[in-house]
């Protein structure tokens, strides 16, 4: 595996397997890389000639200045996760190196954008389509792959290369989770060991929704349940649950509304000072 700092040698490496037709898969990571990601890469592995790794902490989708210092970085250990995997390239660029200029590129995500973490984090999605429009045209890879825990940012970049018109595959990839049923996350390893023990209660009570659907009670009344279980656990306290269209994102006040792609309950629930996200579908 080569460790690729430049935009100038990703090109170089790339240009000859591209015209040589070979398929280039690419996972856009911020690093601190656990299993999940891994589940991803060994996907890209399976289904690509060359696979591309990108860590980059991407400080234009970070609101909060504070969750951007207190990122985890850990660059040794993801590399040697990435050699292991068989990645061709992790590509770790710096900051000035993928933003000479400031990116002041405003995109028209439309309403995909504009609910749940749209709503909660001004800017975060702008910040999301600026860097992966860039490792995009960067890389220009046949498939990208992304975690469906961050299920509406795969609805946001889906409209990104709409928009953009990049000839990509979006491949979205099942949620990774520790036996306990926690979704694995860059962020988990911020939890104390009490917020650790009590976290795994947000997927154990996703996972009983469904179920309150089959009874018949409306999406409105599953969100007060959910809502009401989660926040009865010491140390967790909800931010957001809703139940919106698996595809457009929009919130649905009845089952019946939502399209083909069916429904989705996206949650965002506080953790002490930890921020942690999980989703299930209906
Ligand atoms: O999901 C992430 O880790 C990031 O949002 C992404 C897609 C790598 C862009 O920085």
Partial sequence: MEVIETTSRLAEVLDGPRRSGKTIGLV??????HAGHKSLVDRARRECDIVVVSVFVNPTQFNNPEDLR??????????????????????VPTVEEVYPEPDTRVFDLGSVAEVMEGAMRPGHFNGVAQ???????????????????????????????ELEGFDIEIVDCPIKREDDGLALSSRNVRLTPEGRAIAPEIHRTLAKSPAMKESGMTPAEVKA??????????????????????????????????????????????????????????
């Fill in 28 to 33: 856009p990571t911020m690093g601190a890389l």
């Fill in 131 to 161: 860097i992966v429009s860039k490792l995009f045209a960067m890389t220009q890879p046949t498939r990208a792959y992304f975690g469906e825990k961050d299920f509406q940012q795969i609805a946001v970049i889906r409209r990104m290369v």
């Fill in 225 to 282: 349940e959910v809502i009401r279980m989660i926040d009865a656990n010491d140390g967790l306290k909800t931010e957001y649950f809703e139940i919106a269209d698996a595809l457009t994102m929009q919130p649905i006040s009845r089952w019946e509304d939502a399209g083909k792609h069916g429904a989705v309950g996206c949650v965002t629930v506080f953790c002490g000072d930890v921020r942690l996200i999980d989703n299930i579908k209906y």
């Fill in 70 to 91: 207190t990122y985890p970085r850990t660059e040794e250990a993801d590399c040697a996760l990435l050699e292991a995997a068989g990645v061709d390239y992790a590509f």
